[in-house]
């Protein structure tokens, strides 16, 4: 039986799991709910560089101390928005509130603020009093819940989206390639670990990141360790080089894995002054083998488009010819015009 129902779900309940703490996250509350005739972030606050990409069609993200709020516009002209907010924070405002905790969160806020002016709840606020779950079991003998079912740790990097679908893809090989009984029972606590130890990577990243809030320079530069294994993953996996990005953030890569941990442990302490520098310095070092996106390129200002050049130029980080990479961004679609027309002219 694979459990698919989310936190807290059928099997956890169930068979009583029992909850596991987290060791690095601090405690965190939600508050959220859809809205219509919210104001597009743009238009208020036009950029001085022309961003890559509409930033209201994207997930919108405004980060301060102690928490952020998430906007994520429908194509239907609705709106979901909400804080994960620490406990904290969550009390300054009176989140348990509802809509009372919502407007003052705004009144803290006033540039957030101008962008709900007009913007009306459709529907009645929903207060989590803690976002954060961990289960203290995944799997046994004959049944095992999804990445999804077995913890969340925060919306903020949207990474139960990927867990999950590691999940989905490792519980199939288990039921494709071992026969019940003992073969499988090993295999779903191999399954188990990888989950525990997945989500801990997570957690930890997660929860530097809350640590650094206060501090947005730093707290964009820890963010690219993120982006930079998501990048690299999905480029390894579409190459069909899945063993180049072993497990979820390159957790389980013997290099880039511990890096991580290392760096968000040193973010966690808030370090300043010179500290702070080698940080940076460290951060920039563990992402630069693993950069298929421009993460290092200081022309970018902090905005990184989607550039097939930026992945042929990482061919070699990913072993790979730039004939693989061509073939690659013409299977996705991404091979630019003027670049096709010369692969074709020298196939001539």
Request: hydrophobic share 45%; glycine share 8%; net charge negative.
């Amino acid at each position: 039986m694979i459990d698919a129902s989310g936190p807290r779900g059928f099997l956890h309940r169930a068979l009583h799991l029992g909850e596991a703490p987290h060791r690095w996250l601090p405690p965190t509350q939600g508050l959220y709910t859809h809205f219509e005739g919210v104001e597009r972030w743009d238009r208020l606050w036009p950029s001085e560089q022309t961003p890559p990409y509409p930033v209201d069609d994207a997930a919108v993200h405004h980060v301060f101390p102690g928490g952020w709020i998430w906007v994520l516009r429908f194509n239907n002209g609705i709106t979901s928005a909400g804080a994960a907010l620490t406990d904290v924070s969550a009390a300054n405002v009176g989140a348990a509130e509802g809509a009372a905790g919502w407007t003052r969160l705004l009144a803290t806020l006033p540039s957030v603020a101008d962008q709900f002016r007009h913007a009306r709840a459709t529907l009645p606020f929903v207060h989590a009093p803690r976002l954060a779950f961990r289960s203290a079991r995944v799997a046994g003998a004959t049944w095992a819940l999804l990445p999804s079912a077995a913890g969340v740790i925060d919306p903020l990097l949207s990474t139960g989206f990927p867990l999950t679908l590691l999940g989905i893809l490792r519980l199939v090989d288990v039921l494709e390639h071992t026969r019940p009984g003992a073969e499988r029972e090993t295999a779903l606590a191999d399954y188990e670990r990888t989950t525990l130890v997945e989500l801990d990577a997570t957690e930890r990243l997660v929860a530097a990141l809350y640590a650094t809030m206060h501090d947005p320079l730093l707290f964009k530069r820890l963010s690219l360790l993120y982006f930079a294994a998501a990048s690299f993953s999905e480029a390894a996996r579409r190459l069909g080089r899945p063993g180049l990005a072993p497990g979820f953030l390159l957790s389980a890569h013997t290099i880039f894995g511990p890096e991580l941990a290392t760096c968000a442990s040193l973010a966690a302490a808030q370090p300043s002054g010179a500290a702070r520098l080698a940080l940076e310095e460290r951060i920039d070092r563990a992402i630069e083998p693993f950069d298929t996106a421009g993460l290092l390129d200081p022309s970018r200002r902090h905005w990184y488009p989607v550039l097939a050049a930026d992945l042929l130029e990482s061919a070699a980080k990913l072993g790979a010819t730039e004939d693989e990479v061509l073939a690659l961004l013409e299977r996705i679609g991404m091979l630019p015009a003027a670049t096709k027309q010369q692969s074709t002219l020298a196939e001539r």
